[in-house]
């Protein structure tokens, strides 16, 4: 049974005017600025994460140490900076991009792990490349989890003091 015409409050396919332009909120006032902090936080943990490669370089056929440090890193300081951002900190809107996604995203490296283990397996080191496999997802994932566990006492110690 359909409810009467005058109350109605949502429009219906009917309703449009497929003349009418669809109306889109601008770059300036909406997502350019996400978009800028976004870029130039991710070209800070880009830049970050290049600078361990260099530092602890892998040798070829080798375990990808440096990869997994610097993903397993990335994801305990995600771990603990949205716990902050979300439960003790009410951070600007701009905050979460660029440090969260911009920062940590560019820092973090799931692509060249990716490549690491075609390497690996191309190159005859397929146990390497299981174990580096393995490795990273349990690592990573341990790391966001007892970063926010970690974060979450901490702050509930301080609370409590």
Known sequence: M????DQITEP??????PSAPARRPG??????????VVAAGGALGAVARYGASLLWPTAAGAFPWTT???NATGCAVIGAFM?????VWAAHRLVR???????LGGFTTFSTYCVDIQQLVQSGHARTGLAYLAATLLAALA???????ATRRLIAWRRTR
């Open 27 to 36: 770059l300036a006032g909406g997502q350019a600025p996400v978009i800028a």
């Open 2 to 5: 359909r409810a009467p015409r």
């Open 12 to 17: 219906t396919v009917s309703d449009a005017d």
């Open 68 to 70: 997994l440090t610097v």
């Open 83 to 87: 716990v902050v951002i979300t439960e």
């Open 97 to 103: 991009p660029f440090f969260g996604t911009g920062v």
């Open 143 to 149: 790391a966001v989890w007892l970063a926010a566990a």
